[in-house]
Antibody, heavy 115, light 113 residues
Framework: EVQLVESGGGLVQPGGSLRLSCAAS????????MTWVREAPGKRLEWVAN????????YHADSVKGRFTISRDNVENSLYLQMNSLRAEDTAVYYC????????WGRGTLVTVSS | DIVMTQTPLSSPVTLGQPASISCRSS???????????LSWLQRRPGQPPRLLIY???NRFSGVPDRFSGSGAGTDFTLEISRVEAEDVGVYYC??????????FGQGTKLEIK
């Protein structure tokens, strides 16, 4: 089955860190750009970061630049998001999505930043 | 950044009747490569988003032909020819012309009258 499954979310204090994972299956992961998108309560979907096929190109939204890092492991068919210096405004459901056209989405993982 | 604006934000429709959602971008979505990277997503209650339409009017794999997309430049439309109960959910337009920056509309809630 073609799918993406996120994990790693949870409750973290402001200033803390989390590492999100996204496991891909059913397609040739290494052929695709991959993207992280988040949805904060009451706000629209927001692009967070994306990475090219082999990980040599990475782009991050200004709102997370310097704090979040996207990476991938094409052997493990996995996408990651390392999130440091977390803030309350990073509270959201985080989705991984496939390619430029966001053609496949996972179910998301909830990150709550609160003391 | 390109801002995507959808109208209406809520659309009550009768089963079997058509529905239409508009999306306007703050600048042209025509890419220098000749493509227009405007897509439509559907999110049913409790489900992740699902791609319906890409590059304005191309239906993604498995999408029923009652869904169609049209438009050019800055103005785009998603149409459902005959709404079915399973179409209830939130619909989003999304631009990837400015890739790697991708931006989304605020969503339109489709509900049955």
């Amino acid at each position: 089955e073609v799918q993406l499954v996120e994990s790693g979310g949870g409750l973290v204090q402001p200033g803390g860190s989390l590492r999100l994972s996204c496991a891909a299956s059913g397609f040739t992961f290494s052929n695709y750009w991959m993207t992280w998108v988040r949805e904060a309560p009451g706000k629209r979907l927001e692009w967070v970061a994306n990475i090219n096929h082999d990980g040599s190109e990475k782009y991050h939204a200004d709102s997370v630049k310097g704090r979040f890092t996207i990476s991938r492991d094409n052997v493990e068919n996995s996408l990651y998001l390392q999130m440091n210096s977390l803030r309350a405004e990073d509270t959201a459901v985080y989705y991984c999505a496939r390619d430029r056209g966001v053609s496949l989405w996972g179910r998301g993982t909830l990150v709550t930043v609160s003391s | 950044d390109i801002v995507m604006t959808q109208t209406p934000l809520s659309s009550p429709v009768t089963l079997g009747q058509p529905a239409s959602i508009s999306c306007r971008s703050s600048q042209s979505l025509l890419h220098s490569d000749g493509n227009t990277y405007l897509s439509w997503l559907q999110r049913r209650p409790g489900q992740p988003p699902r791609l319906l339409i890409y590059k304005i009017s191309n239906r993604f794999s498995g999408v029923p032909d009652r869904f169609s997309g049209s438009g050019a430049g800055t103005d785009f439309t998603l149409e459902i020819s005959r709404v079915e109960a399973e179409d209830v959910g939130v619909y989003y337009c999304v631009q990837a012309t400015q890739f790697p920056l991708v931006t989304f509309g605020q969503g339109t809630k489709l509900e049955i009258k």
